[in-house]
């Protein structure tokens, strides 16, 4: 009882495993390698552990000049399912190599609840 009182305390919201649980949101993949002027296609997924049904809006944080088609995807997850949505982006020419992050902006039944996600893309050698 105690134990429940107190995540009750830090976490305001009644779908605490949605928001909190590292797992319920992610990239797929974490990690991939891409060359500058190609396009990099990745995964957001959800998992709803509750059982009733939720609302997500999924917006990807690109680092500065990368291009996406679809800026904003929306579904809804039913209760104890996982749904997906793939997203493309395509890396400028001029892009130096190194490691960049992309962050999955979400929102969870109208509530804003940040970047919830992030995926490393990796720019390699011509």
Do not use: H
């Not at 917006?59 to 000049?65: F, N, R, T």
């Not at 996406?68 to 579904?75: A, G, H, L, W, Y």
């Not at 997906?84 to 190194?98: A, C, D, E, L, M």
């Amino acid at each position: 009882a105690q134990a429940e009182k107190a995540v009750r305390e830090l976490c305001p919201s009644n779908a605490w495993l949605n928001d909190y649980d590292p797992r319920a949101m992610r990239w797929a993949p974490f990690r991939s390698e891409a060359k500058a002027g190609r396009t990099v296609s990745l995964v957001f997924q959800v998992q709803n552990y509750g059982r009733t049904p939720m609302q997500i809006s999924v917006s990807p944080v690109l680092p500065e000049k990368w291009k996406i088609k679809t800026e904003r995807r929306k579904m809804t997850i039913a209760g104890q399912k996982i749904r997906s949505v793939r997203f493309g982006f395509r890396v400028p020419r001029n892009t130096i190599p190194g490691r960049y992050v992309i962050a999955g902006e979400v929102e969870l039944n109208g509530k804003l609840i940040g970047e919830a996600a992030i995926a490393l893309i990796d720019i390699v050698g011509n």
